[in-house]
């Protein structure tokens, strides 16, 4: 337990887990978790967020191991942000956008830091959005911010209660504007996960007046 609690930056201790925070983590790191439907949704938040946004954006698409398709070219032309494959050991920066290779899960460890860890070929979903967004929530506790769009089945809504209970932000889309609803409903249904519901068009907003502590 003490070595996982050092890899992901906390101590733990009578009071219980105790987050370490590095000063040189940006304000906040924003994680957008999809599958079916989630390419044209992160998209379509990427093009409204601005080149000053003072947080890191991980993206991380279901994704068949062997497919070599080029997201990054793809968000590329939405984004205004740098977009990039996250790669090993690699340090988070603000004002950037990393997106979870294909065949590898994405996990935030301290510093804050990227690990990429070979998927395989059997389940959990690829890359899972559960591992990314806790390992977020154990590393990051406050800063971390979930935002689970378009896609089948239920992943991220576990990780997106690790975000909750760590004292992170989450936000799914609403029915009306998630392509697939599964896994953003399978957030929204799960006891004290949600912080936000929002319709897709409005999610760039929010997310810069989340990272700027404006909101209500």
């Known amino acids: 337990m003490r070595a996982l ?69 793809l968000l590329s032309e939405r984004s205004i942000l740098p977009v990039s494959a996250a790669e090993e050991a690699q340090r988070l920066g603000s004002g950037e956008v990393l997106i979870a290779p294909a065949g590898k899960h994405l996990l935030i460890a301290s510093g804050p830091t990227v690990r990429l860890i070979l998927s395989g070929a059997a389940p ?51 029915e009306a504007t998630s392509q697939v609803f599964s896994m953003p409903d399978a957030t929204i249904r799960r006891d004290h996960a949600i912080d936000h519901i929002t319709p897709l068009e409005e999610l760039p907003a929010l997310l810069v007046a989340i990272v700027s502590g404006t909101t209500g």
Not at 9 to 19: E, Y
Not at 145 to 163: E, F, K, Q, R, Y
């Open 5 to 73: 609690a050092c890899l992901f930056g906390v101590t733990i201790d009578r009071s219980g887990i105790r987050l370490l925070k590095a000063a040189t983590a940006p304000a906040s790191v924003i994680a957008l978790v999809a599958s079916v439907g989630g390419l044209e949704a992160v998209g379509q938040v990427l093009a409204g967020l601005p080149g000053t946004l003072d947080a890191t954006v991980l993206v991380l698409l279901h994704q068949q191991p062997d497919r070599t398709g080029n997201l990054v070219h």
């Open 124 to 174: 959990p979903s690829r890359p899972s959005a559960d591992l990314l967004l806790t390992s977020m929530a154990l590393t990051l506790g406050t800063e971390a911010v979930a935002v689970v769009l378009s896609g089948n089945g239920h992943d991220g809504a576990t990780g997106a209660t690790a975000i909750h209970a760590f004292g992170g932000t989450v936000l799914a889309t609403d």
